[in-house]
C-alpha cells in the first residue's frame, strides 16, 4: 500500500479519524455512497435501512443508522459555514 500512497499514520483532525484504508473502509464508503444515490433521487435514506442493513449483514437495521450521519454531514457543514458567515 505504500507504493501507491494509501499507507498513512493515524490521524485525528477535529472529530475525525483519518488513516490507511481497510476492508471496513469500503463497506462503509458502499453504505454511504448508496444512500446518497437514494437520497439524489429524492428517496427517503431512513425508509432504505432496513434493505442496507439486509446487504450489510446487519442483524439490526439500527446498527446501519449511523450511516446517515454521514450523508446528512454535508447538510450540517453547509449550516455551519451559512452561521459562521452570518455571524460577521
Known amino acids: 500500500m505504500n507504493t ?3 499507507d498513512q499514520p ?3 483532525i477535529g472529530r475525525t ?18 444512500l ?3 437520497k ?14 439486509a446487504y450489510l449483514g446487519h442483524t439490526e437495521y439500527w446498527y446501519t443508522v449511523k450511516y446517515l450521519k454521514m450523508v446528512n454531514a ?9 452561521m459562521l458567515t452570518e455571524k460577521r
Do not use: E
Not at 479519524?17 to 448508496?34: D, E, G, K, Q, Y
Not at 454535508?74 to 451559512?82: A, E, I, N, P, S
Open 40 to 53: 439524489a433521487r429524492n428517496g427517503s435514506p431512513q425508509h432504505a435501512l432496513p434493505v442496507l442493513a
Open 74 to 82: 454535508g447538510q450540517r457543514q453547509g449550516l455551519l459555514d451559512f
Open 36 to 38: 446518497l444515490k437514494i
Open 4 to 6: 501507491i500512497g494509501l
Open 17 to 34: 479519524n483519518f488513516s490507511a484504508p481497510t476492508i471496513h473502509s469500503l463497506r462503509h464508503s458502499w453504505a454511504v455512497n448508496t
Open 10 to 12: 493515524r490521524r485525528v
